[in-house]
């Protein structure tokens, strides 16, 4: 099935915050490859990036995610987080955000120097989307193209996770941007602002969701009745519905807040997603701005 998105209404001055954000955001990732190392602490390292991004002039537009080996995505540190780094194929997804126009983008470094392969493959996948890209192009073409080098070069794409549109204080939005072939197919348009992120593993290609719940949103205008479960949505209403911690909130019974606002429809929750054959997942994105005849990737400079 094809399908077109309507035309893009990105203005000039609008595509210009999403490059502001991507510069931002190109310097963080650049610190952050230079930071990571065996024996660091997980929840330091969040924090440093989490401070980066507002030091260079953004914000975040979701919490980093920090996803080791199997762990594909959604894996952000506790609060005080005891966990260090070790022989980890370590996945650093960072959203970053100017008055809500967002620059999403990820790398995977290999701190066990064993497994550059499979780094190689969702960094070749990524290459081979942006090189498929522009206008006219239907997703499904991006799709194949993500799953040709991959398998390719001897691994499998994750068939269940998507690339996605952006927007204004949106993280996921239309189109969906398939690692493989796809039976439904959108048309880009010039203006359009999108995320690739290729996952490769040598697994068996799907992730299910683990046990670990950190990252939440906002997904309902509704209030709720407990004044004690109010004062963390005032809290909440500061990230204008984009994806945040846990640990960026303070309250006596935070846990309590968290799952009664989930229960009444007003949060969702986002669990870390886990290879189901417990294989080891690379992961590469970058943003772009569709053009008529390719291209733009603001994350990249």
């Not at 929840?43 to 507002?54: L, N, P, T």
């Not at 980093?64 to 194929?89: K, M, Q, Y």
């Not at 040709?148 to 189109?175: C, K, V």
Request: glycine letters at 8%.
């Amino acid at each position: 099935m094809i399908s077109q998105i309507k035309k893009s209404k990105n203005t000039e001055e609008i595509l210009d915050k999403y490059r502001a954000a991507g510069l931002i955001h190109h310097q963080v990732m650049a610190d952050a490859r230079e930071k990571i190392k065996t024996g660091l602490s997980l929840y330091e390292y969040a924090v440093y990036i989490d401070r980066r991004i507002i030091e260079l002039g953004g914000q975040s537009a979701f919490p980093v995610n920090i996803s080791l080996n199997a762990d594909a995505a959604h894996d952000t540190p506790l609060f005080e987080d005891t966990r260090v780094f070790g022989n980890d194929v370590v996945k650093v997804d960072v959203g970053v955000h100017v008055d809500g126009y967002i620059a999403d983008g990820a790398m995977t470094i290999d701190l066990s120097g064993k497994n550059a392969a499979l780094v190689k493959a969702s960094e070749e996948a990524l290459k081979a989307a942006i090189d498929t890209a522009k206008a006219g192009i239907g997703t499904n073409q991006i799709g194949a193209a993500i799953e040709d080098m991959i398998t390719a070069l001897g691994f499998s794409p994750i068939r269940n996770l998507m690339g996605h549109g952006l927007s204004q204080y949106t993280t996921h939005a239309e189109p969906s941007i398939p690692n493989c072939r796809f039976s439904r197919e959108v048309i880009l348009n010039a203006g359009d602002t999108i995320a690739i992120e290729p996952f490769a593993t040598d697994g068996m290609g799907y992730v299910d969701n683990g046990s670990i719940k950190e990252i939440y949103s906002r997904i309902s205008k509704k209030s709720t009745r407990l004044p004690i479960v109010r004062k963390v949505l005032d809290q909440i209403d500061a990230y204008h519905g984009l994806p945040f911690a846990k640990r960026w909130l303070t309250s006596e019974k935070l846990d309590f807040s968290l799952n009664q606002l989930e229960r009444e429809g007003i949060l969702t929750s986002y669990p870390v997603l886990v290879e189901v054959a417990g294989g080891l997942v690379s992961q590469a994105e970058h943003t772009l701005i569709i053009t008529e005849d390719g291209c733009e990737v603001t994350t990249k400079m």
